[in-house]
């Protein structure tokens, strides 16, 4: 039966990275091996600019029925004046949180031909592969009550609220431990318990999962220790369970751990399986429009698509070998380049890769 791929481009350089993506499911459809339709919908700034609002209903309902979404990049400086509840991010959060796709998987992995590009030293991070599992509908960023109040002295003051009930924490942690299972077995809850009271708690529920998984190792670290233990020694983690706007903060830094954020995917994933796919970097309206930002986060994203969302886990490992085949061969986009590398753009990058994938495939 055909299955149905809701694209969303967004803002900046999310148009010309979806762009390749799309090169990339098409060849696949091309050899008769994928069956799916490609629908498209705004989110973001652009929709902000047609219809009024970061997230329109016709875009969130295409997304609902959707089998999965794969979403560009959101926002950029035309729209950072707008109110609070018509910028771009709230798109974004809006639809993750609709969805409900609250295990958000940010995989952090080294590929072999860019040890050179890592700002750290080639031996801390080559053969890297550690995954980030972040919650992604809760916590800090949807805590309620929030606001910005007047105090009694006449003072304005912003607040929120950091909240997570034990059920949200406990199916983070599963999902985190599942995966765990699939890989080296050692799962590292990240959070702020020497200060937090929600801390606290995730801390306990987490020891609580842990009990359900006897052949998983679980450990503990304070979210600035974490931080610093990533750029010390990236390769001592396997799996990081961590909650929304820790998860913010260290996938960011992981990605530079592997050379750059334009490397990096990430899979949203609801209760069911049903994701929403994207790059970990943003919108880069500095770059965007100059056919140079690095397209294979948006490529990679998409083998998570086909191998989480789709049953594809076979293509899904075509993708990711095209993407290691062109690397051998050293095209690089300029945000991986070493000095002494010829660069390639952003359409360059997909038609090689998507030339790579075609030769295996067929
Ligand atoms: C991310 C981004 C978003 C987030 C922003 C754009 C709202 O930084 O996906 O990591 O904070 O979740
Ligand atoms: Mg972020």
Redesign the pocket.
Known sequence: MTKTILLLPGDGIGPEVIAQAEKILNALRATGKLDVRLEYAPIGGCAVDAHGTPLPEETLALAREADAVLLG???GPKWDKLERHLR??RG??GI?SELGVFA?L?PAVLHPHLAEASTLKPDVVSGLDLMIV?E?TGGI?FGMPRGIRTTEQGEREGFNTMVYRESEIARICRVAFDIARRRNRRVCSVDKANVLEVSGLWREVAENVAGEYPDVALSHLYVDNAAMQLVLTPKQFDVIVTS??F??IL??LAAMLTGSIGMLP?ASLDESGKGLY?P?H??APDLAGKNIANPLATILSTAMMLRYSLEEAKLAEHIEAAVNRVLAQGLRTVDIATSNDRTVGTNEMGDAVTAALSLTIT
């Open positions: 990049a959101i926002g771009p991010e974004l959060l993750r958000n940010r972040r992604l960023y929304n706007m998860g913010d996938s960011d990430s994207e970990i943003g919108s």
